[in-house]
């Protein structure tokens, strides 16, 4: 037994070696960066140790800014990406003609890059002097002036900045769900069916049920992948998010550590280690709940 369970280590040690060089030493280093006040990075020196740097990026203004955009686009993008993921799965699942095209179709955006998504939805939403945008024509025949979503009120480019984040993430989430959809076994639905249940109840008491798991892996994904946002924010309003008061938690990481003056590690380690604190929290959260009210076993 010891001679198996010292070959099964063997196997793992290449894995464990990779995640500890790569992962693990970066995560302390940055945790050490954080506590090293007044750090130089050409010079590799530092002047206290304490809580300064913590301090300073609590109380920065466009620290506070980029946490009250994030978790403006988490508490937005994450449940209506899932819950309109779901509800066009549960139509492609019950469509049998051209299905695999539809899917296709659907999974293109997630393939294609976040930079020329952005480009587009900018000739979308962006006025300029020739042309007010499609959106604007849109909601010109309801009536409604033109606005500039790009450069415009924070209310429209947090729209903008919501609405892109949602087109990009949806299609993965679609491919996911619509595999969960097909993998629930057909004799619950044929006796539900023989019972005289509604497609509704179906639904609810049936499906909901059995794609849970997948559920809260998607909402627990989402929640980690909007915290990191920062490509869909600059794809929209460019490098300069602090001007467009568009920044978010990592677009704030980036600022600090490459900066004018050659950066502030010290800084951009600290509001990375807080970043890390309240994704893992959340994940925590959404892990004891899930626990309770998701049925691992059906």
């Given at each position: ?22 992962l693990?030493?970066?995560?302390i280093?940055?945790?050490v ?21 913590y ?32 509800l066009?799965?549960a ?71 919501c ?20 993998s ?30 997948t559920?809260?892996y998607?909402?627990?994904?989402g ?22 008061e ?14 004018n003056s050659?950066?502030?590690p ?33």
């Amino acid at each position: 037994m010891e001679r198996r369970t010292m070959k099964g280590w063997l196997y793992l040690l290449p894995a464990i070696l990779f995640l500890g060089l790569f992962l693990v030493y970066p995560l302390i280093d940055v945790f050490v960066y954080s506590f090293e006040e007044g750090y130089n990075f050409a010079s590799q020196t530092y002047h206290g140790v304490g809580g300064y740097n913590y301090a300073y990026v609590l109380r920065d203004p466009y620290f506070l800014q980029a946490v009250r955009n994030t978790f403006i686009l988490v508490v937005i993008t994450v449940p209506l990406s899932t819950g309109i993921a779901l509800l066009i799965s549960a139509g492609l699942s019950s469509i049998k003609p051209l299905r695999n095209l539809f899917q296709t179709i659907y999974f293109l955006p997630y393939v294609t890059n976040t930079l020329a998504v952005g480009l587009v939805f900018m000739i979308l939403f962006k006025k300029t002097p020739y042309t007010d945008g499609l959106a604007n024509l849109i909601l010109g025949w309801f009536g409604r002036g033109p606005i500039d979503f790009i450069d415009g009120p924070y209310a429209a480019k947090m729209f903008v900045l919501c609405l892109y984040t949602i087109w990009i993430v949806m299609p993965f989430k679609i491919l996911i769900l619509t595999s969960a959809l097909a993998s629930v076994n057909q004799s619950y639905y044929n006796a539900a069916k023989v019972d005289g249940t509604s497609r509704f109840r179906i639904f609810v008491r049936i499906t909901l049920p059995m794609i849970s798991p997948t559920l809260v892996y998607l909402v627990i994904t989402g929640f980690i992948g909007a915290f990191k946002a920062y490509s869909d924010a600059v794809a929209l309003f460019g490098t300069n998010l602090n001007a467009a008061e568009m920044n978010t938690i990592v677009g704030y990481v980036y600022d600090m550590l490459y900066g004018n003056s050659g950066g502030y590690p010290s800084y951009a380690s600290a509001a990375a280690i807080i970043l890390f604190a309240i994704v893992l929290t959340i994940t925590c959260i959404n892990l004891l709940v899930s626990r309770r009210y998701v049925n691992y076993n059906v």
